[in-house]
């Protein structure tokens, strides 16, 4: 399901010691890729810092097609899905509007070019900590020559769930979106009753179970299945064990008895503050 990343389209690695930028993004995720392709289209000189080139993108991603009005990006979908379906206790509702996956690959080429045409470069190298000065923010990293110290005009923390740099500010008990999925080795007209894409079943399973989570399925172009269960918000998190044992409970409720993952597992956290 999770095809490698290809190799960078001429996005140089460098040795960035020594060097001020004009901003350094930590963190070679879509949401820190797209951002140094953004700044560098600017023509601003930007260096990614990411410990893996090309790094490791096991997530699926998707959206709705009127949200992405960039010819190059929509693209980068590889299948759309026309209806995808909310199901709950009182039945099944056709969303008529056109949802996205995206094809990861493609994705991460459009952007990598992108970056490239713009000059932005990468470091291998992991972030330890960042000194925010009056004339340019230093920030430390560590690579397999040691540990050195780099310079930008500003530090941008795209790492995700659990920041490397940036401390997060707002409430004590933030909420949390957990989801367990993964492709599997089942019939997929049975996970999916008649439509291509499911977008939420929030289906009772029954045992006194309230939990406030739901399945999350799309028919994919093999005839296989990408199956996920996911919790939008909850404070304290639901598990990703917890969203495990409810997703197989689920597929045996639909009639799959052996459910197993075929490929590598998708296991999501975000925290909402």
């Not at 759309?80 to 094809?103: C, F, M, N, Q």
């Not at 089942?186 to 291509?196: E, K």
């Amino acid at each position: 399901m999770h095809d490698a990343l290809p190799m960078p389209h001429g996005l140089a690695v460098i040795d960035p010691r020594a060097r001020t930028f004009d901003a350094v993004v930590v963190g070679a995720g879509p949401a820190g890729l797209a951002l140094t392709a953004a700044l560098a289209t600017r023509g601003l000189d930007v260096l990614l810092v990411s410990p893996q080139w090309p790094p490791p993108w096991p997530n699926n991603y998707g959206l709705w097609e009127d949200e992405l009005d960039d010819p190059e990006l929509l693209a980068a979908a590889s299948t759309s899905y026309e209806a995808p379906a909310y199901i709950d206790a009182a039945g099944h509702v056709a969303l008529r509007r056109t949802y996205l996956k995206i094809d990861n690959s493609a994705l991460f080429t459009t952007l990598a070019a992108r970056a490239s045409r713009g000059g932005a470069h990468v470091a291998a190298a992991r972030a330890l900590g960042v000194e925010h000065r009056r004339a340019a923010s230093a920030l430390r990293c560590e690579d397999d020559r040691g540990e050195f110290e780099l310079r930008a005009r500003i530090v941008v923390d795209a790492t995700g769930h659990t920041p490397r740099l940036a401390t997060r500010a707002g409430r004590d008990d933030p909420g949390f979106q957990t989801a367990w999925g993964a492709v599997v080795d089942a019939d997929a007209d049975l996970v999916l009753r008649g439509h291509d894409m499911i977008l939420m079943d929030f289906t009772p399973l029954g045992h006194g179970d309230d939990l406030a989570t739901f399945l999350y399925a799309m028919r994919l172009p093999d005839g296989r299945a990408f199956v996920e269960e996911t919790t939008l918000v909850s404070r304290p998190a639901v598990t990703i064990d917890a969203l495990e044992r409810r997703l197989t409970r689920r597929m045996t409720s639909l009639g799959v008895d052996a459910f197993s993952a075929v490929g590598p597992v998708e296991r999501l956290s975000l925290i909402h503050i």
